[in-house]
């Protein structure tokens, strides 16, 4: 599943033995707590997830195993896709409000030239 | 059946500061945790609840209100902010002649911490892994500057001086004497903004007649999780709104002596029927110091909590880009990690 032997991996999938399609780890290369811990809420904020967390595997490597159990089959890339898209949207809403904000404040600190 | 109902409410949504520890720290809110509750992930109303409020803003910090968010979202923007937010900072450092005390490692060290002024979105990573352009940077990627000093006998200096800015020239290396030495066509790209130290007046060597300097400098693109000086902010951090409610009515002495367990601001004496009554004005100001559970009498009558999904944050620059635009590009950050994965999961086909 890692990508080419050129190419740095990205992302890995890793299952068990006979483990079902609903029982991943994901490693997520180059990543830390910033990605994991916001990815994990996300994910646990849905209903098909039985169980989501994450570890580091070691301080010097920088890549996360991302555990990832669901409930009635529904496969693991499902609530890891509806995650990433979710914490992607709530990323753009945050920064739409910022701007807007942050824009209100300006005007009312200094009046626009008449 | 209220009463539970409440608790509930507090579990959910307070960080209550108790005597022996911290109450109901982690976030519960999870689908299956609370009857009568449904927490899955609902956009509609995140937006709805979802809330910034701007307190402070000018060139080099700002103070903002952040309602309606998880701790793991807030804290990634954080983190994001210290250590992937990428800047230009200088990296190779080229020593043509140190002849000053500074050993060459040393300067070499204080150089890179320099603050430089160069907006880095307009930058590329220069390319890591094969060493094949060793000292080659090329327009796109690096900033070229040069520091060229020398110390020499102020010629003017009165015989019996004894203050060294009197008796010698360019005994001071400040920042301002690094200058910048465009590559390419950079002297037209940057030509309305000028690159360099941001700050003038840091001092970087002292000299004595007859020693110099004759350094060039490149300066690269790079995050704080690489090395701190790429680090855009001199610090991001936030912390959780406190609230402070008093259970019952507190007069007289003990009003006086509450009034001071907190900051100032935070609590209030009213005059109402002639008595002083104690009155929370403003729990935003306390630090929380717990000084109030060294009272018996005291520690009852107060309940220190914090509000679990209002992050106060405080975003200090180091001057090369404005605060609201690091904020801005910290959130864009989080947006592109997802996106990476996305095209991933796509292009793998990993279903």
């Known amino acids: 599943m890692a990508a080419e032997g050129e190419k740095k991996p990205v992302l890995e999938m890793v299952q068990a033995d006979g483990a079902d399609e609903g029982c991943v780890t994901f490693v997520l290369h180059e990543e830390d707590h910033t990605l994991g811990n916001s990815l994990r809420y996300m994910i646990m904020k849905s209903v098909d997830v039985n ?26 890339t499902e609530p890891l896709r509806r995650g990433l898209n979710e914490l992607n949207d709530v990323c753009q809403h945050v920064l739409n409000t910022f701007q807007g904000r942050v824009n209100e404040f300006k005007e009312r600190e200094e009046p626009p030239m008449e | 059946m209220a009463a539970i109902m409440d608790n509930v409410e507090e579990i959910r949504n307070r960080v209550i500061l108790g005597e022996f520890g911290v109450k109901n720290v982690h976030t519960t809110d999870f689908p299956g945790n609370y009857p009568g509750y449904d927490d899955t992930w609902d956009m509609e109303k995140f937006q709805k609840n979802f809330r910034i409020d701007v307190v402070h803003l000018d060139e080099n910090s700002m103070e903002f209100d952040m309602v309606g968010i998880d701790a793991a979202i807030a804290n990634a923007f954080r983190r994001i902010l210290l250590a992937e937010v990428p800047t230009m900072a200088i990296e190779k450092v080229f ?50 500057m040069q520091l060229k000093i020398k110390c020499s006998i102020n010629p003017r200096a009165s015989k019996d001086s004894s203050d060294p800015r009197e008796l010698y020239l360019n005994h001071m290396v400040y ?152 904020v801005t590009e910290a959130v864009k950050v989080l947006m592109r990690k997802c996106q990476r994965f996305l095209s991933e999961l796509d292009s793998t086909g990993m279903e």
């Open chain 2, 175 to 326: 920042s301002r004497d690094i200058k910048w030495v465009p590559i390419g066509n950079q002297a037209d790209v940057f030509a309305d903004s000028s690159i360099g130290p941001v700050h003038e007046d840091i001092l970087i060597a002292q000299l004595r007649p007859g020693q110099e300097l004759d350094i060039i400098m490149h300066c690269v693109k790079g995050t704080g999780k690489d090395h701190a000086k790429f680090s855009p902010v001199a610090t991001a951090s936030y912390r959780l709104l406190p609230e402070i409610t008093l259970l019952e009515l507190v007069e007289g002495e003990k009003a006086k002596r509450l009034k001071c367990c907190f900051s100032r601001g935070v609590i209030d004496l009213e005059e109402i029927h002639g008595r002083k009554v104690a009155k929370v004005v403003n729990s935003r100001l306390d630090t929380c110091s717990r000084e109030v559970l060294r009272h018996d009498d005291l520690k009852n009558l107060v309940k220190i909590g914090r509000v679990r999904d209002h992050f106060i944050f405080t975003v200090e620059s180091t001057g090369i880009l404005a605060p609201d635009v690091l």
């Open chain 2, 95 to 144: 020593m043509y002649n140190n002849t000053s005390i500074v050993q060459d490692e040393v300067l070499a060290h204080r150089l890179g911490l320099i603050p430089i002024k160069a907006d880095p979105r307009l930058f590329e990573y220069r390319n890591t892994g094969e060493e094949t352009s060793e000292e080659e940077g090329s327009e796109i990627d690096t900033i070229q």
């Open chain 1, 51 to 76: 169980f989501c967390g994450y570890t580091i595997t070691h301080p010097s490597e920088s890549k996360i195993n991302f555990r990832i159990q669901t409930r009635g089959g529904v496969a693991a």
